[in-house]
Structure formats: structure tokens, C-alpha cells
């Protein structure tokens, strides 16, 4: 089936440490998108990628970095430099081509501070 | 910039009752507007879009938008609520990028809907 796959469901981060998500996909789209979800906020761009080796700030970028080395993969780290991470990651992804498109989501992954 | 507001953060209704779940936006060109609903621990699924091929637009599980230019509207509509439609409901708007490219949405804050016996 293709699809978006993240992991893990739920990551527990301690004081200074940094943490990584994964974000795959087999739809052989272009753009991959990386959301922060809080409760009463919607969803929050984070980081957005057109291509392979590209990628692009979105509203609220401090305190995280993406790579993008292939097309199926967009990781999302977060670091120790964002000092309230707890929320509800989103990747998704679309083809690429226009405004009209529709983004396709992962079933999210949970982070936590211990 | 483009812009969603999302009016009502809960939504209660019986079931077998109408649902409708408010969303007005603003840009300074044609919009493109989307509803998702999301299922709590769950990602987001489209349940339909207004690419301006027609100002009422069907989507899955029953819902359907009207897209009113006059008054900044998409609001989601469903003539009888089920219980199984208890979700949260965001409304969404896309940017205009350069063609080719992809695009970015901004989100609304979100209703959640609850459907009651």
C-alpha cells in the first residue's frame, strides 16, 4: 500500500538532548512537509522540502533541522535548542506541482519531555 | 498572506442533525480551500477541495462546501450527523507559488464535533 510512515508513535526526549523523527514515503511525491500540532493551534509549518538536497524554513523553524538525502525520506530533528517541543508531529507529503494539490498525512508521532 | 478562521472551537450535535462547521478566509487572490478531519492520534485526511471548478464541492463520508466568494465562506456542511463523524475538522487555505512548485497551507485552529444520542 502506498503511503506515509512515521516513527516512532510516541519519543520521549530528556533535558538537552537531541531527538530525530522519520518521515517516509512511497507515493513518489516531490515535497514533503514537517507540521507541529498543539492543542487550540492548529497545525504550524515547520520545514518544507520541494526536492531532494532542498529545503526551506516554514512559520516556526527555531529550534529544529530536516535533511532530505532521498526522495522517500524527510527526518526531522529536534534539538535542544527548542525549549517546549512537546506536541503532535505531522509529515506529509504532495506531488509537487501547484496550489491545487492535496497533502497527504502520516499518522503522526507524539513527542514528550521527560 | 492567506488566512482561515475556524469559528467555534467545539461543535455539539445530536445525531441525525445537521452539521455545520464554519470556516471564512482571506486572500488577496482566488483561493484554493481544503477540509480535513483527523481522528483523534491520528494524521489528517482530505475529505474534499475547492480548486474553483464548482462552488459546491462533494467530499467523502457525506460532506460537501459551499465556497460564497461575497461572503469569505467555505463552510462544511452534512444534512445527518453520525456518530462515527465525531472528529476534529480543519479548514485550510493554499498559497499561490510559482508554477511547478509546491505549494504551502495555512491551517485553522480547528473544531472539534461531538455527536451526541
Known amino acids: 500500500d502506498g503511503g506515509i510512515t512515521q516513527s516512532p508513535k510516541y519519543l520521549f526526549r530528556k533535558e538537552g538532548q537531541n531527538v530525530t523523527l522519520s518521515c517516509e514515503q512511497n507515493?513518489?511525491?516531490?515535497?514533503m512537509y514537517w507540521y507541529r500540532q498543539d492543542p487550540g493551534q492548529g497545525l504550524r509549518l515547520i520545514y518544507y522540502?520541494?526536492?531532494?538536497?532542498?529545503?526551506q524554513k516554514g512559520d516556526i523553524a527555531e529550534g529544529y533541522s530536516v535533511s532530505r538525502e532521498k526522495k522517500e525520506s524527510f527526518p526531522l530533528t529536534v534539538t535542544s535548542a527548542q525549549k517546549n517541543p512537546t506536541a503532535f508531529y505531522l509529515c506529509?507529503?504532495?506531488?509537487?506541482?501547484?496550489?491545487?494539490?492535496?497533502?497527504?498525512f502520516g499518522p503522526g508521532t507524539r513527542l514528550l519531555v521527560l | 498572506a492567506q488566512s482561515v478562521t475556524q469559528l467555534g472551537s467545539h461543535v455539539s450535535v445530536s445525531e441525525g442533525a445537521l452539521v455545520l462547521l464554519r470556516c471564512n478566509y482571506s486572500?488577496?487572490?482566488?483561493?484554493?480551500l481544503f477540509w480535513y478531519v483527523q481522528y483523534p492520534n491520528q494524521g489528517l485526511q482530505l475529505l474534499l477541495k475547492?480548486?474553483?471548478?464548482?462552488?459546491l464541492v462533494k467530499g467523502i463520508n457525506g460532506f460537501e462546501a459551499e465556497f460564497k466568494k461575497s461572503e469569505t465562506s467555505f463552510h462544511l456542511t452534512k444534512p445527518s450527523a453520525h456518530m462515527s463523524d465525531a472528529a476534529e475538522y480543519f479548514c485550510?487555505?493554499?498559497?499561490?507559488?510559482?508554477?511547478?512548485?509546491?505549494?504551502?497551507?495555512?491551517f485553522g485552529t480547528g473544531t472539534r464535533l461531538q455527536v451526541t444520542l
Open positions: 506529509a507529503s504532495s506531488i509537487g506541482r501547484g496550489a491545487w494539490e492535496t497533502q497527504y
Open positions: 507515493l513518489n511525491h516531490d515535497a
Open positions: 522540502s520541494q526536492i531532494v538536497n532542498d529545503f
Open positions: 486572500s488577496s487572490v482566488p483561493p484554493y
Open positions: 475547492y480548486t474553483s471548478a464548482a462552488t
Open positions: 485550510a487555505v493554499s498559497d499561490h507559488p510559482p508554477p511547478g512548485t509546491a505549494s504551502k497551507l495555512t
